[in-house]
C-alpha cells in the first residue's frame, strides 16, 4: 500500500510539474499520471488497482464534500432567476442532446439516459480554475456562473438517485420516480432542517475549544456519519457528503473548515482523477477517435448555445451571459462519478466511459483557449445582429447596471439564522429548543472562567 502511494504520488507530481510549465489544467496531468501506471499501456499495473479505487472513491467524497462548504444559500437565493433559469435550460438541452447522441449510437434506454447525465454537468472544479487562472475571478458574470454550477451540482446528486433507480429496475417508471423524489425532497429538508437548527449552535457553543486538529476531526467525523446516514436512508454516499457540507456552510466556522479540508481535498481528489485515466485504454482512444471528436463537440456547441440563451433568460447580460457560456465548455468530475456509478452498476457500455473521459480530457484542454474567444465572438454578434437585437442587447445592459448601482449596502442576517429562528419558534419545537439553549447556557455559567 506505501509502494503505492509513493508511485501514484511521484508520478502525478512529475505530471502535474511537467502540466504546469505547459500552463495546462492539472487536472490532466493527474489522469495522464493514471493512464502512465494504469494496466492499458504497458500491459500491467504498476499499482494495485483495488486500493486506487477504494483511495478515488473517498477522494469523491471529500471533493463532494468542499463542494457543499462551497455552497451559500444566501448567495444562490440572490441569483435566483440566473441560477434557475440558467442551469434549468443547460440540464434540460444537454440531457436532450446527449439522450439524442446515444440514440444515434443504437444504446437502450439506460445507456442512452446515463449518457446524457455525462454530458449536461460543467465542472465546478475546472471553470473556476479556468476562471482564476483567467483573471476573470473578480468580474461581474462570476457570480451568476457559480450560482449555476451549485444548481448543477445540487442536481447532480439528485440525478445520480434517479439513475441508480432506473438502472436497477431497468425501465422508466415514473410513478416510482415520482415517489422517489418526494422521498428525496422530504429527506434533504428533514437533514436540513435539523442540521441548521443543531449544529450551528454546537459549534458556535463549542467554538472556543476547537483548534485546526480538533475541528477537522469534527467537520471530517459529521461528514463521514452522514454518509452513513444517507447509505441506511438508501441514498448515495455522494448525497451525504454534500449535505453535511452545505449544512457547515453556514456555520460561523465554514470558511475555516473549507481551508482545513483544501489539502486533504487535493490530495484524494488527486487519486480519484488517477483512478479515472487508469481506466483509459489508448488503444481504445485510437479506435473511437470520430466518437470522441463528436461527442466533444456536442459538448462545446451545446453548452455554448443553452448557456448562452439560460443566463440571457435569467436576467444576465449578454456579454456575461457568453463568458458564462463560453466557460462552461467541459465535463468533469461528476460526469467520472456518473459513469463510474454506471460501471459499478453493470448497466454502463464499455466504450463509453474511455469516450467520455477522453471528451472530458478535450474539452478542457480547450476550456481556457474558448474562454478567450468569448470577448471577440460577443463583439462579433452584437456588430451583425439585427438593430432591434442590440437595442435589447444596450437595454439589457443598463437594466443591469442600474440593478448593480442600487444594490442596497449593509448587513442582513444569515440564512441559517432566519431559518434557525422560524425553526425555533414553531409550536412543535420552541420549548424544546429553548430548553435545549438553557441547559447549554447553564453548562457554560458553570463552567470556571478562563
Not at 441548521?196 to 463549542?206: D, S
Request: net charge neutral; glycine share 8%.
Amino acid at each position: 500500500m506505501v509502494q503505492d502511494l509513493y508511485i501514484l504520488m511521484i508520478t502525478a507530481a512529475v505530471v502535474s510539474i511537467l502540466f504546469k510549465l505547459l500552463k495546462q489544467p492539472v487536472v490532466l496531468g493527474y489522469i495522464v499520471a493514471g493512464v502512465l501506471v494504469g494496466p492499458n499501456l504497458f500491459g500491467e499495473t504498476l499499482v494495485n488497482g483495488d486500493n486506487v479505487k477504494a483511495w478515488g472513491d473517498i477522494g469523491v467524497l471529500f471533493v463532494l464534500f468542499c463542494i457543499g462548504l462551497e455552497f451559500r444559500l444566501k448567495n444562490l437565493i440572490s441569483s435566483g432567476k440566473v441560477a434557475a433559469v440558467g442551469a434549468l435550460t443547460i440540464i434540460v438541452g444537454m440531457m436532450l442532446l446527449g439522450y439524442l447522441v446515444g440514440w444515434d449510437a443504437n444504446f437502450d434506454m439506460v445507456n442512452s439516459l446515463f449518457l446524457a447525465g455525462m454530458l449536461c454537468m460543467s465542472s465546478t472544479t475546472i471553470v473556476m480554475k479556468a476562471i482564476d487562472e483567467a483573471g476573470l475571478s473578480k468580474a461581474r458574470f462570476v457570480k451568476g456562473a457559480t450560482s449555476i454550477l451549485i444548481v448543477e451540482d445540487v442536481v447532480a446528486v439528485v440525478l445520480m438517485v434517479l439513475l441508480s433507480s432506473i438502472a436497477i429496475r431497468h425501465q422508466f417508471e415514473g410513478a416510482e420516480l415520482a415517489g422517489k423524489v418526494v422521498d428525496l425532497a422530504i429527506t434533504l429538508a428533514a437533514w436540513f432542517v435539523c442540521g441548521i437548527l443543531i449544529i450551528p449552535t454546537l459549534i458556535r457553543k463549542v467554538k472556543n475549544h476547537l483548534n485546526d486538529e480538533t475541528l477537522i476531526i469534527l467537520a471530517l467525523g459529521l461528514c463521514l456519519g452522514m454518509v452513513l446516514t444517507a447509505e441506511e436512508a438508501g441514498f448515495s454516499s455522494a448525497l451525504g457528503a454534500f449535505v453535511m457540507g452545505s449544512i457547515l456552510a453556514e456555520t460561523v466556522e465554514s470558511h475555516r473548515i473549507e481551508k482545513l479540508m483544501t489539502p486533504l481535498k487535493n490530495v484524494f481528489a488527486a487519486i480519484f482523477f488517477i483512478s479515472v485515466g487508469m481506466m483509459i485504454d489508448p488503444a481504445s482512444l485510437a479506435e473511437y477517435w470520430v466518437s470522441i471528436v463528436y461527442v466533444s463537440l456536442v459538448i462545446i456547441i451545446g453548452m455554448i448555445l443553452f448557456a448562452t440563451l439560460g443566463c440571457w433568460w435569467g436576467g444576465q447580460t449578454m456579454r456575461d451571459s457568453m463568458l458564462t457560456s463560453f466557460s462552461f465548455v467541459q465535463i468533469g468530475e461528476f460526469s467520472f462519478i456518473i459513469a463510474g456509478l454506471g460501471t459499478s452498476l453493470g448497466v454502463l457500455n464499455p466504450i463509453i466511459y474511455p469516450i467520455i473521459v477522453a471528451s472530458s480530457v478535450v474539452t478542457t484542454f480547450l476550456t481556457p483557449y474558448i474562454m478567450k474567444a468569448a470577448g471577440p465572438c460577443y463583439t462579433f454578434l452584437y456588430n451583425h445582429v439585427p438593430a432591434s437585437m442590440r437595442a435589447k442587447i444596450d437595454q439589457r445592459e443598463q437594466q443591469v447596471a442600474e440593478a448593480e448601482a442600487a444594490k442596497p449596502s449593509g448587513n442582513k442576517s444569515s440564512l441559517a439564522n432566519k431559518a434557525r429562528h422560524a425553526v425555533k419558534h414553531t409550536f412543535f419545537l420552541k420549548h424544546l429548543v429553548n430548553l435545549f439553549i438553557k441547559n447549554m447556557s447553564a453548562h457554560d455559567e458553570e463552567q470556571p472562567a478562563s
